[in-house]
């Protein structure tokens, strides 16, 4: 990461970042929270480019972005309106403690680990990790897929209205 180019660009998604997941944190309408958790996914992938991890890039904006902030956001807009909002709640001061404290660890970690670096360059390539996804991960790859899938169609059935169940003939 040599240059100002680089460098600027940290930074850049840096404050993206930083600013959305805020957003999530802040934001009373449920809509408008996932909505900066969609920036906050794109600008992790961001920074995955930067450390010239295109593959997992791909991967965050496809899977995070694509398919589980798009379910959350579907989930969100199947929930009545009168339960979209994100209200007041007695646990702020707690939250807040709690981490202030967490925060001061990760300090705490980030500056008395001792960080080992690696001299040669891996050798990790988007085709070997098709051919592990696709060889000898593809049971556990399909598993998951048809899991998640189930899990969507199960989130799809426990909202649907009794009308729409009668409709279908399924009540």
């Given at each position: 990461m040599d240059g100002a180019?680089?460098?600027?660009?940290?930074?850049?998604?840096?404050?993206?970042?930083?600013?959305?997941?805020?957003?999530?944190?802040?934001?009373?309408n449920l809509l408008h929270?996932?909505?900066?958790?969609?920036?906050?996914?794109?600008?992790?992938?961001?920074?995955?480019?930067l450390l010239s991890a295109e593959f997992l890039a791909m991967a965050q904006v496809v899977i995070y972005v694509g398919a589980i902030a798009v379910l959350v956001l579907f989930a969100v807009l199947l929930t009545p309106a009168v339960g979209r909002d994100n209200g007041e709640t007695r646990f702020i001061a707690p939250a807040l403690l709690l981490s202030v404290a967490l925060a001061a660890v990760f300090i705490f970690v980030i500056h008395d680990t001792t960080w080992n670096t690696v001299d040669e360059d891996p050798r990790a390539t988007v085709e070997s990790l098709g051919t592990a996804l696709l060889g000898?991960?593809?049971?556990?790859?399909?598993?998951?897929s048809v899991l998640l899938t189930a899990a969507l169609v199960g989130a799809i059935m426990l909202v649907r209205s009794p009308e729409e169940e009668a409709e279908d003939g399924l009540a």
């Amino acid at each position: 990461m040599d240059g100002a180019g680089p460098t600027l660009a940290f930074w850049a998604l840096s404050a993206v970042t930083l600013v959305a997941a805020g957003g999530v944190l802040v934001s009373r309408n449920l809509l408008h929270a996932v909505l900066f958790l969609i920036l906050s996914f794109v600008g992790i992938a961001g920074f995955f480019l930067l450390l010239s991890a295109e593959f997992l890039a791909m991967a965050q904006v496809v899977i995070y972005v694509g398919a589980i902030a798009v379910l959350v956001l579907f989930a969100v807009l199947l929930t009545p309106a009168v339960g979209r909002d994100n209200g007041e709640t007695r646990f702020i001061a707690p939250a807040l403690l709690l981490s202030v404290a967490l925060a001061a660890v990760f300090i705490f970690v980030i500056h008395d680990t001792t960080w080992n670096t690696v001299d040669e360059d891996p050798r990790a390539t988007v085709e070997s990790l098709g051919t592990a996804l696709l060889g000898r991960w593809v049971l556990p790859f399909e598993i998951a897929s048809v899991l998640l899938t189930a899990a969507l169609v199960g989130a799809i059935m426990l909202v649907r209205s009794p009308e729409e169940e009668a409709e279908d003939g399924l009540a």
